[in-house]
């Protein structure tokens, strides 16, 4: 129970001033961010509540399963779980950048034969948490596959990401057996879960087929998918199918994967066309290593991310269907390591996030796209040293900061308002350029009756000290029944939500004792960011300062009642 505090706006403003100027440092510069409560810019989509990761078997260990959990609580039976490797043979061994299940085998006279137990347990794992599947049609099992050996690769940091690549990524031998493969997972969930239940799923073919990931021609992946969609839609008409997952936006690739969907010859059916029910593409930054810090690579995101909008756009059968962002990340490789990947473990990460997100959503505004769902491509690993510099949601069971933001952006519902600030980068200049100038402090605002959401950040490509942000929100047209609010502010900084500063501080344990344990959690949580105070309303406007130092994150939560 929090202690809530009666202030007037303006006294309450002039102390937490005070407060802010004690504890900020030499530099500030001052920040107006308006919001306007009676401009709404239409629904506000959750595009944040999707996830993924390479190696599947983790989400069946402890630590998985409590990050599962996590992750569910965020938004229960909305959240998606996108993971390679599912149809991989193998015992259920995890290592980095592979899982199996050992799904698919064939006895001696050629005959299929299907063990489904940590398939299900993987899946079991996701439903009994909150989250449902992404469900990647992939890999190729070794029974079937047209280059067999080497199978299994033995990856690590520190080898070239190219020897991935080995019998798991060719062409079915036999793509009747592999369509039967498919046909039979289907069949098998339903029965499992239920056709209402499957029916919320999403299902696609491979991963990034235009490169590496995919051994066999283009021709050859379009007759994989179109194989695989017919034997979900045999299995269950209403299935929700798409793809293709390209790397990148996939530019030609894509635009001929829209075709053929639409208009090309099925190589399952013989018919025209191939069922098409959202279209994915993927998008990632590219962060440097530059005079000794992390530079990100926010630019490039975008402007990937607005090339598959473009290509999307292009087509009248592609431009009014749900878009997935299938992975969609500040840099390519969750298990890799090195200096230019930095970022991950403390805020960085996560104002990078807060700043990035938004700018998703106004890229699908401006090319008038139906942007469902952005990716993140990030989990955890299990058995690895604690902030070990994987991109990863939590380490060794402790969430980290980045985490942080997606409980704000879950927050957050109902309607996206106008919110504008004379510190924000605009759009076409991040897309261009990153933020390599002045700072991002800018705003994302929604409503729902009787509450209002706004989360601020303070982002900068360079990973440097910088002045804090002494922002005044100034909230307009407030409901006029809306004489008084209760104002909660919730934070994400270096002191803040933040488990990695903590770790820092205890002197970077690598095996925390259980006290030390307990307080990472603790500093792992997302709490307010003082207390609860109720303030007066004056003729529908409020005004609240906020004092937030480079690469901070908070969420203001304003509730005055029922409307």
């Known amino acids: 129970m929090f202690h809530i505090v009666r202030w007037p706006a303006i006294a309450l403003c002039m102390v937490l001033v005070v407060a802010a100027q004690a504890v900020r440092g030499e530099e500030s510069f001052p920040v107006r961010i308006r919001v306007d409560a009676a401009e709404s810019l239409g629904p506000l989509p959750n595009i ?40 991989c043979s193998g015992d259920g061994t995890p290592a980095l950048k592979w899982g199996s299940t050992g799904v698919y085998s064939e006895n001696e006279a050629g005959e299929p034969q299907y063990d489904w137990t940590i398939l299900d347990q993987i899946f079991d794992a996701y439903l009994a948490n909150g989250v449902r599947p ?21 990856w690590n940091p520190k080898l070239r990401y190219e020897e991935i690549f080995t019998g798991w990524a060719y062409p079915p031998t036999d793509y009747e057996k592999w369509a039967e493969l498919v046909h039979q997972w289907a069949l098998h969930c339903i029965d499992s879960y239920g056709r209402d239940e499957v029916a919320t799923w999403y299902w696609q073919t491979w991963n990034e087929a235009n490169a590496g990931y995919w051994q066999g021609s283009d021709e050859e992946f379009l007759k994989l998918h179109d194989y695989a969609v017919d ?85 009248p059968e592609s431009r009014d269907l749900p878009i997935v962002i299938g992975e969609s990340d500040p840099e390519g490789c969750a ?142 047209n407030l409901p006029a029944d809306a004489t008084e609010a209760a104002v909660t502010q919730f934070r994400v900084d270096a002191r803040h939500g933040n488990a990695y500063t903590a770790w820092q501080e205890m002197g970077s344990p690598a095996e925390p004792t259980e006290q030390q ?27 609240l300062p906020l004092s937030l130092p480079r690469q901070a994150v908070s969420l203001v939560v304003v509730e005055w009642g029922a409307e």
């Open 134 to 154: 992404y469900v990647q049609i992939g890999f190729m099992p070794r029974d079937l596959s047209t280059k067999p050996d080497p199978y299994q690769h033995q």
């Open 231 to 315: 034997a979900v839609r045999r299995a269950l008409p209403e299935a929700r199918v798409g793809g293709p997952d390209t790397a990148g936006a996939g530019g030609e690739f894509t635009h001929r994967f829209i075709d053929h969907c639409a208009s090309g010859v099925n190589y399952a059916t013989g018919e025209r066309g191939t069922p098409m029910d959202f279209v994915s593409f993927h998008a990632k930054g590219s962060p440097r290593f530059v005079e000794g810090r992390v530079q990100m690579g926010i630019a490039q995101q975008l402007q990937e991310i607005e090339r598959g909008f473009r290509i999307i756009a292009s087509h």
């Open 335 to 476: 298990a890799c390591q090195g200096p230019q990947l930095g970022y991950r473990n403390g805020t960085m990460y996560s104002s990078y996030t807060a700043a990035s997100f938004p700018r998703k959503l106004d890229l699908a505004r401006k090319y008038q796209v139906n942007l469902e769902g952005a990716l993140t491509w990030a989990f955890e690993f299990e058995d690895q040293p604690l902030f070990a510099g994987f991109r990863a949601l939590s380490t060794g069971g402790i969430n980290k900061p980045v985490l942080n933001v997606f409980r704000m952006m879950s927050r957050m519902q109902g309607e996206r308002l106008a919110a504008d600030s004379d510190h924000a980068v605009s759009l076409d200049d991040m897309v261009r350029r990153g933020v390599r100038g002045e700072a991002d402090v800018a705003a994302l605002a929604s409503r729902e009756p009787g509450r209002l959401c706004v989360l601020a950040w303070h982002y900068h490509d360079d990973d440097v000290p910088g002045p804090t942000a002494e922002v005044n929100l100034a909230l307009t």
């Open 48 to 87: 944040w509540r999707f996830f993924g990761a390479d190696e599947p078997n983790y989400a069946t260990m402890p630590h998985g399963r409590k990050l599962l959990a996590d992750l569910g609580e965020l938004a229960p039976k909305q959240v998606y779980f996108r993971a390679h490797n599912l149809l």
């Open 517 to 543: 344990y307990a307080e990472l959690q603790q500093a792992s949580a997302l709490s307010p960011f003082g207390p609860l105070r109720t303030m007066r309303v004056e003729g529908g406007q409020l005004e």
